[in-house]
Nanobody, 125 residues
Framework: QVQLVESGGGLVQPGASLRLSCAAS????????VGWFRQEPGKEPEFVAA????????YYAESVEGRFTITRDAAQNTIDLQMNSLKPEDTAVYFC??????????????????WGQGTQVTVSS
């Protein structure tokens, strides 16, 4: 069992930066993948970024490539998402998640077994 708690969301202007953090309690194993998804009202969750716990391989959605950076700290059991050059279309609730095996790959939400409660990010002038 893994419990996840996100923090760091808020209201910012376009072009600003935010850093989201996800604290995990429980064991994250080397075979696991951790990721961030986001969801707008009335829409399905959308993949944002993921990183493999063992070898730190990273994956990004095309819409955030070059602006967002995912990092993991194995010693602290935390997963951060640094978001730069934020746009209004980045507005959503952001969730972190852990996949024990990722059978559908690291970008599919079907792979993920544990989810946090989410943190709201609003980008508006």
């Amino acid at each position: 069992q893994v419990q996840l708690v996100e923090s760091g969301g808020g209201l910012v202007q376009p072009g600003a930066s935010l850093r989201l953090s996800c604290a995990a309690s429980g064991t994250i194993y080397s075979r696991n993948v951790v990721g961030w998804f986001r969801q707008e009202p009335g829409k399905e969750p959308e993949f944002v970024a993921a990183v493999t716990w063992r070898n730190n391989k990273k994956y990004y959605a095309e819409s955030v490539e070059g602006r967002f950076t995912i990092t993991r700290d194995a010693a602290q059991n935390t997963i951060d998402l640094q978001m730069n050059s934020l746009k209004p279309e980045d507005t959503a609730v952001y969730f972190c998640a852990v996949a024990t095996e990722a059978p559908w790959g690291p970008t599919s939400r079907r792979s993920y077994d544990y989810w946090g409660q989410g943190t709201q990010v609003t980008v508006s002038s």
